[in-house]
């Protein structure tokens, strides 16, 4: 099921260039759906299964694995790890939080000097990330080091939350949820020949998608994501991107890329077609995994479809479970059209 696997995919710790786990799960189920796998130097997780018609090469599915995070750069002689981020964080949504470090899961929260030290133009500023650092309760340094070390990731808590009108928090939903679409439709009979990508480092460079397009290679590769939604009561109305609960986001432009104009047709008319709500993005920002594929070798036609995700970033991402079942439909609907020759 749809949602059980996006709550699984969520809780494990995966940030930027520490995709391990996430790998691991995806890989089992990869394989034990009949999927030939290889990951190559990058880390990224390519699994190709075979469908009713044979098209090796023609359609490439991406999703990232990777989630934001922090990593700790330094322990100081009291015992605090201080920290840098490994991916885009608002550091306004990291004092207090707490955070997981390392392999080993050590429990931790993020401190700041507390408020009564503080001036009254430090208390009208966000504090700087030289500022924050990560608690562990160690006494010292030398007990901080038997826990973790100089290179460590933090990840933030795994707390995941349904509520309200079929409303999921968690962290990670930017891309837990694209790789968990992929991972289901993977487990079903395929129309054609797919190549499934479970890309690294998204969140600092989409580096891992370079090189899977390049490996892959496909002509058409449709990219699985979760987008930031913007739709907060103190944005202007002008600037909100898209919003949860109106459907799969299909994108025309985005900060990154300007996806192929056949493709954005196809999604579009699948989405009437099957009566799936769907939106595009208003305000045209961010980027993905296409920015890197679509540049590749001689370029590759690429499309999008995401999921309009509140709060991206953060402890506390919000999004719509029916869009996450609209996304899967809509994908399904996709890789069935590529089989009968619609693009």
């Known amino acids: 099921m749809l949602l059980d696997t996006v709550k699984t995919m969520c809780a494990l710790s995966g940030p930027a260039s520490f995709e391990g786990p996430v790998r691991d799960y995806l890989s089992r189920r990869a394989a034990a759906a009949g999927a030939q796998l290889r990951v190559d130097g990058m880390g990224n997780l390519i699994a190709f299964k075979k469908g009713a018609k044979a098209a090796p090469g023609r359609l490439m599915l991406c999703a990232h694995m990777d989630e934001v ?4 750069k330094r322990i100081t002689d009291d015992g605090y790890l201080k920290l840098a981020p490994v991916g885009g964080i608002d550091r306004r949504v990291l004092i207090g939080k707490p955070v997981f470090v390392g392999e080993g899961r050590v429990p931790g929260a993020i401190g700041l000097k507390a408020i009564h030290l503080t001036a009254k133009e430090e208390r009208e500023k966000i504090p700087k990330l030289e500022e924050l650092y990560i608690d562990i309760g160690a006494r010292d340094k030398a007990e901080a080091e038997r826990l973790t070390h100089v290179g460590d990731y933090a990840v933030f808590s795994d707390e995941i939350v349904e509520f309200g009108d079929r409303m999921l928090k968690a962290k990670a939903i930017d891309d837990r949820i694209g790789c968990a ?3 289901e439709l993977l487990e079903r009979d395929l129309p054609i020949d797919c190549t499934f990508a479970f890309t690294v480092q998204e969140e600092v460079g989409t580096r891992g998608a370079f090189g899977a ?7 058409i590769a ?22 949860p609960k109106k459907g ?21 008319d699948l989405a009437e077609e099957h009566h799936i709500p769907w939106q595009t993005k208003e305000y045209v920002s961010g980027g993905t995994d296409a920015k890197a594929i679509q540049r590749t070798k001689a370029g590759i036609r690429v ?10 970033h953060s402890p506390s991402s919000v999004a719509s479970i029916q869009d996450f079942e609209h996304i899967e439909t809509l994908a399904g609907h996709f890789i069935q059209a590529v089989a009968d020759g619609r693009i």
Do not use: K, W
């Not at 499309?303 to 991206?312: D, I």
């Open 69 to 72: 995070g922090l990593i700790i």
């Open 181 to 183: 679409v992929m991972i």
């Open 213 to 219: 397009g390049f490996s892959v290679s496909p002509e």
């Open 222 to 243: 449709l990219i699985l994501e979760g987008t930031t939604a913007a739709d907060n009561p103190t944005t202007a109305v002008h600037r909100r991107v898209c919003g």
């Open 248 to 268: 799969p986001v299909i994108c025309y432009m985005d900060g990154a890329t300007i996806y192929d104009q056949g493709l954005f047709n196809l999604l579009r």
């Open 303 to 312: 499309g999008a479809v995401s999921a309009a995700v509140r709060y991206l």
